[in-house]
C-alpha cells in the first residue's frame, strides 16, 4: 500500500520512523526549520511556504513505495553502475566522463532507482563523493586515473558475483581478484592538485573562505541603500581575476545606465573587463539563465525577484548546472524577509547580508550568516573594501 504523505498535522509522529542523520544536509536543515519555527506556522505566511516547500521535498526524497528489488536486494540499476564504476579501474578518465556519471547517478537517485535500504547504497553514496571529487580537481582537459583502493575493490567485486544471474542481466565483467601488491605504479600518482578548493584574492577570500565550486550558490540579500548591486560587482571582479568568464544580469539598473559605468570604473580592474559581460534582458526567464550557465562560470543576477521565476528555480539552477556559481540578490519585505519566500537560503552554501550601518555609505558592511565553506560573523566593509578589524 502506497504511503501517505508527510504533513505538518502528521509530521510529529513521522518523523520518529525516518533517521534524520542520514538525510541530506538539506532536509536535515530543513527539519531544524520546522522545529524552530512551527508555532508560527498558521501564522505567518512564509514561514508557512518555507515549511511546506521542505515537507514537499522530504515526501519526494522518501520513497512512497518500495522498488522493485530484483536481484539479492539490489536491484539492477544499482548493479549498473557498480559495475561502470569498476570498468574505471586503472583508466584515464577525463572531466567529461566524470561528469557524465556523476550526472547519471545523480538522475538516478532523484528518480529514486537508488533504494537508500540497498546493500549498495552506502557504496554509491561513497562512489559518488570520490567522483565529484576527482572532478572537482581537474581543469579544462586534464585528466586523472582512477584507482580503487584493494579492499574496495573486494567489496564491490563480491558485490557482483554474488547477485544470482547477474552475469546475464548486466553483460560479463572481469571480477576475479587483483593480486595484491604492496607497490603501484608511479603513473598512478593524481594528475591533479592536492586539493578541490579555491579561494578568492583578498579580503573577499578572507570573508568566504575555501570555496568548492560544486553546486556552489551565494545569496545576498539586505537594507535597501546597503550596497548590494556594488558588492556584486567587487564580487564579479574577484572572480574574474582567478580566470572565470563573469555573467551579469542587471535586471534592476539598465546596462547602459551612468550607475552601471561608474561601479565598473570603481570596481572592476580593466585586466578582468573582457572576461565580465553584462544584460538587462531576459526574454525567455528561465531558458535564458540555463543557457547562460552552459557558457559562463559565474551568474550574477541583480535580482531574483525581477526573474519573475518562483524560488524553486533557484535549486533547479543548481542542480542542472553544479559547476555554475550562482550569486544572486534577493530583494527585502517590509518585514525584512526575503520576497517570494526563504528556500533559497537554505538551498545556498553561503547567506550574505548587507548592513546599512547609516546613511553615509561608508561604514556599510556585508557579513555571512551561513557560510559552509568558512567562518561566519566576519564583517567586510563595503566602501573600503576590507575586512572590518576584531571581526574575523
Known amino acids: 500500500m502506497e504511503k501517505q504523505a508527510i504533513t505538518f498535522g502528521t509530521y510529529p509522529q513521522a518523523i520518529t520512523t525516518i533517521e534524520i542523520q542520514k538525510l541530506p544536509k538539506i532536509l536535515q536543515e530543513g527539519h531544524q526549520f520546522l522545529r524552530d519555527a512551527r508555532d508560527f506556522y498558521h501564522t505567518e505566511p512564509l514561514i508557512k511556504e518555507t515549511i511546506d516547500i521542505y515537507l514537499d521535498k522530504l515526501n519526494t526524497h522518501i520513497p512512497k513505495q518500495k522498488k522493485q528489488i530484483t536481484l539479492g536486494g539490489i536491484s539492477i540499476i544499482e548493479l549498473e553502475f557498480i559495475k561502470r564504476f569498476l570498468e574505471m579501474h586503472r583508466t584515464i578518465q577525463s572531466r567529461d566522463k566524470l561528469k557524465q556519471y556523476i550526472f547519471d547517478l545523480q538522475k538516478a537517485i532523484a528518480k529514486k532507482e537508488i533504494n537508500k535500504d540497498s546493500p549498495a547504497a552506502d557504496h554509491l553514496m561513497q562512489i559518488q563523493e570520490k567522483l565529484i571529487v576527482q572532478h572537482n580537481n581537474l581543469i579544462l582537459e586534464e585528466q586523472v586515473k582512477i584507482v580503487i583502493n584493494r579492499k ?42 592536492s586539493t578541490n578548493t579555491f579561494k578568492l584574492n583578498g579580503a573577499l577570500g578572507e570573508l568566504l573562505g575555501d570555496l568548492e565550486r560544486y553546486e556552489l550558490a551565494i545569496t545576498i540579500e539586505g537594507d535597501q541603500g546597503g550596497g548590494k548591486t556594488r558588492f556584486t560587482y567587487q564580487l564579479a571582479d574577484a572572480f574574474a581575476e582567478i ?54 562560470d559565474v551568474i550574477i543576477i ?27 540578490i534577493f530583494q527585502r519585505t517590509t518585514k525584512g524577509t526575503i520576497r517570494g519566500g526563504t528556500a533559497p ?48
Open 152 to 193: 574496495w575493490l573486494r567489496e564491490l567485486r563480491k558485490m557482483l558475483k554474488n547477485q544470482p544471474d547477474s552475469n546475464q542481466e548486466l553483460g560479463n565483467i572481469a571480477i576475479e581478484e587483483a593480486a595484491p601488491s604492496l607497490f603501484f605504479p608511479i603513473n598512478a600518482q593524481p594528475l591533479t592538485r
Open 243 to 296: 580566470g572565470n568568464r563573469i555573467a551579469i544580469f542587471s535586471l534592476e539598473i539598465g546596462s547602459r545606465s551612468d550607475l552601471i559605468t561608474r561601479m565598473k570604473e570603481e570596481y572592476l580592474q580593466p585586466k578582468n573587463q573582457n572576461n565580465i559581460f553584462i544584460t538587462d534582458q531576459l526574454p525567455e526567464g528561465y531558458k535564458i539563465i540555463s543557457k547562460a550557465a552552459k557558457d559562463f
Open 345 to 392: 537560503l537554505y538551498d545556498a552554501g553561503i547567506n550574505i547580508e548587507v548592513v546599512k550601518a547609516d546613511d553615509s555609505f561608508t561604514n556599510n558592511y556585508a557579513i555571512t550568516s551561513k557560510n559552509r565553506y568558512g567562518i561566519t560573523g566576519i564583517q567586510y566593509n563595503i566602501y573600503k573594501q576590507h575586512i572590518i578589524e576584531g571581526t574575523n
Open 302 to 328: 541583480d535580482s531574483w525577484n525581477k526573474t519573475g521565476l518562483p524560488s524553486q528555480d533557484f535549486d533547479r539552477l543548481r542542480k542542472e548546472h553544479p559547476n555554475t556559481i550562482f550569486i544572486v
